[in-house]
């Protein structure tokens, strides 16, 4: 069964502290791996897509990299407006389907 | 470009009762998908729609359904609501059924 899971649940950051998000998988064949980010009373915002081990994406202070078994955000000298929920999710189901297999998130708060 | 609509953004509801969402997609999106989140954990997959056919279906039960209209927005019925069903449902669009999905902010529900 494909499954999801992201580590730690919380994390408290110092402005300019860097650090990385964990998000393990399971998954018969990996069709993709999505990023996002969600603040309180939003829906996820889009992030980044992984398709294959090896691949890496940078957007600002955010880089994701994918393994076969896993997958890091990497937040470098993160600022207190990069605080949210980041998402992962799968790319699930047969290739007739996008079902998209979410992990429980990880809540960071960036501390000026 | 206007991203994805979704309404009504909240809605209180008692138990028994029915009640329909309601999505529009990104311009030129074909594909559609509804999500249940509960406070605290990862979205839920509930179904994908695509030309209007539907393309997968998550663990809901039957009172949970779906539609998509000619225009490509979207709607969502459940059917005699329980406590349970009080959650952030989501909406969101795809160019394909295995592209980046872009993100509604949502409708809250509220059971009493």
Redesign the interface.
Request: glycine share 26%; charged share 15%.
């Given at each position: 069964e494909d499954q999801?899971t992201q580590s730690p649940e919380a994390l408290r950051l110092q402005e300019g502290e860097s650090s990385s998000l964990n998000c393990s998988y399971t998954v018969s064949g990996l069709?993709?791996l999505?990023w996002?980010r969600q603040d309180p009373?939003?829906?996820?915002?889009?992030l980044f897509?992984l398709y294959s081990a090896g691949e890496e994406k940078e957007k600002e202070r955010l880089k994701a990299t994918l393994t076969k078994k896993e997958s890091f955000l990497h937040i470098t000298a993160p600022k207190p407006e990069d605080s949210a929920t980041y998402?992962c999710?799968l790319?699930g189901?047969s290739?007739?389907?996008?079902?998209?297999?979410?992990?429980?998130?990880t809540t960071l708060q960036v501390k000026p | 470009d206007a991203g994805?609509t979704q309404s009504p953004t909240h809605l209180i509801k008692t138990r028994g009762q029915h009640v329909t969402l309601r999505c529009s997609p990104i311009s030129g999106h074909k594909?559609v998908?509804w999500?249940q989140q509960v406070l605290?954990?990862?979205?839920?997959?509930i179904f994908?729609y695509?030309e209007k056919e539907e393309?997968?279906r998550?663990n809901f039960p039957d009172r949970f359904s779906a539609r998509q209209f000619p225009n490509y927005s979207s709607e969502l019925n459940v059917n005699a609501l329980l406590l349970g069903d009080s959650a952030l449902y989501?909406c969101?669009s795809?160019l394909?059924?295995?592209?980046?999905?872009?993100?509604?902010?949502?409708t809250r529900l509220s059971i009493l």
């Open positions: 999801v069709r993709g999505f996002y009373g939003k829906g996820p915002e889009f897509t998402l999710a790319l189901g290739g007739n389907t996008g079902k998209l297999i979410f992990g429980q998130g | 994805v594909s998908s999500y605290g954990q990862g979205p839920q997959f994908q695509y393309r997968g998550g989501l969101a795809s394909d059924k295995g592209q980046p999905q872009h993100f509604g902010d949502g």
